[in-house]
């Protein structure tokens, strides 16, 4: 999570130890893979749930596998790339938020 507020006096809360879909997941966010699991809308998506997971974790979106967001796009923060083991990897957030994730404690 970054440390940047647009609001003077925010302070940020702490997200170490949280779980969050990998779609809500801020650029330097790291973590965990918890779950893949399918269940948003399959029409927003356009394949059914069932392939949807399956093209995530034929791409190595699996459980204990290590991910960072390393870079966001410019338009609605959408896509994202992401650093999934010793592999990079971009999805549109929509896709995303079907991958829950443990997030690290920050060094």
């Known amino acids: 999570m970054n440390n940047i507020s647009t609001r003077p006096g ?4 702490s997200t170490e130890g949280v779980v969050v879909r990998l779609s809500e997941a ?12 399918a269940e948003s809308n399959s029409a927003a998506h356009g394949v059914g749930v069932e ?5 995530l974790l034929e ?3 699996v459980e204990g596998a290590h ?3 390393i870079h966001e796009g410019a338009i ?4 994202i790339a992401v650093r999934l083991d010793d592999m990079r990897v971009a999805l549109r957030r929509r ?3 079907d991958v829950y994730i443990l997030l690290d404690r920050r060094a």
């Open 10 to 13: 925010a302070e940020v809360a």
């Open 26 to 37: 801020s650029l330097g966010d790291a973590g965990v893979i918890l779950e893949v699991r």
């Open 51 to 55: 392939e949807l997971q399956r093209r």
């Open 59 to 61: 791409f190595g979106f």
């Open 67 to 69: 991910i960072e967001v």
């Open 76 to 79: 609605g923060r959408d896509p």
């Open 95 to 97: 896709d995303a938020e």
